[in-house]
């Protein structure tokens, strides 16, 4: 049976209880802003991050992220259940301001560190360099994960997704984890590795105890959804950035 090369990945209890509770306290304090982190994968710190990242790199499986200048760029994303992120793909954002080239990562991941809120939709579509359209034009197809506490999704890097609101325990907050895995740097981490150094909750996890206890990551089976049957009606529009109501 071929694999859908559109298809992401997903995987449960990724992380060892132990670690997961300490990431997870961590990740409480860190800021909840798009400005994101850079963790180099030859020597990542700090060590907190760096088991993580040990725990999740043989998941993604990438050999382009055995280069000496591979790193992730990763953030804490925390938000109400019933919100909605539009579609948009991962990118050097320092790049497309500066150049308007769309330079996405080698794979986009997410770890989710709760249970509530919507589903993250990927679709089998990119953007074009200059990420004035999609392609295809048209949604084809679409995968929809859950979140759930522990749970790993990864895909290509350059795949359009958005992540759906959810009326259900809608006082609750959806707390992830975005990691993008690149196999060199980006024009932005000369500014991301300043605020990483700066940032005090950042510094306090360099003394944060881990564990090297084992994980048992479970594969998770995804239904494709197409176009003419998606569980609810998903709208794009596309530039994400310049999208305006229509009259």
């Known amino acids: 049976m071929d694999v859908d090369p559109f298809a992401p990945r997903v995987f449960d209890d990724v992380l060892p209880p132990a670690l997961l509770e300490v990431l997870s306290a961590a990740a409480a304090v860190l800021p909840n802003r798009t400005l994101s982190f850079w963790t180099g994968l030859d020597a990542p710190e700090p060590p907190l991050i760096a088991t993580v990242l040990r725990h999740l790199k043989a998941l993604v499986g990438l050999p382009q992220l055995e280069r000496p200048d591979a790193g ?7 938000a109400p259940a019933y919100h909605f992120q539009p579609w948009h793909v991962d990118k050097d954002e320092a790049l497309f301001m500066r150049d308007g080239v769309v330079r996405s990562p080698a794979a986009a991941s997410i770890l989710y560190l709760s249970d509530a809120g919507g589903a993250t939709i990927f679709s089998s579509q990119v953007c074009d360099q200059e990420g004035a359209a999609l392609v295809p034009r048209r949604l ?5 994960i859950a979140p759930r506490r522990n749970r790993f999704v990864v895909a290509r890097g350059d795949a359009v997704h958005a992540v759906l609101p959810s009326r259900e325990h809608a006082q609750q907050v959806r707390t992830s984890m975005p990691i993008n895995w690149w196999p060199s740097p980006m024009v932005s981490n000369a500014r991301l ?3 990483a150094a700066d940032h005090e909750a950042l510094a306090q996890l360099t003394d944060t105890p881990v564990s090297a206890e084992p994980s048992n990551p479970v594969p998770v089976p995804l239904r494709t959804w197409y176009a003419a049957d998606l569980p609810r009606p998903v709208e794009q529009r596309w530039p994400a950035w310049k999208a305006a109501p229509q009259a």
């Open 72 to 78: 992730v760029e990763w953030w804490v994303r925390r």
């Open 140 to 144: 084809e197809r679409a995968w929809t």
């Open 193 to 195: 590795a300043t605020e």
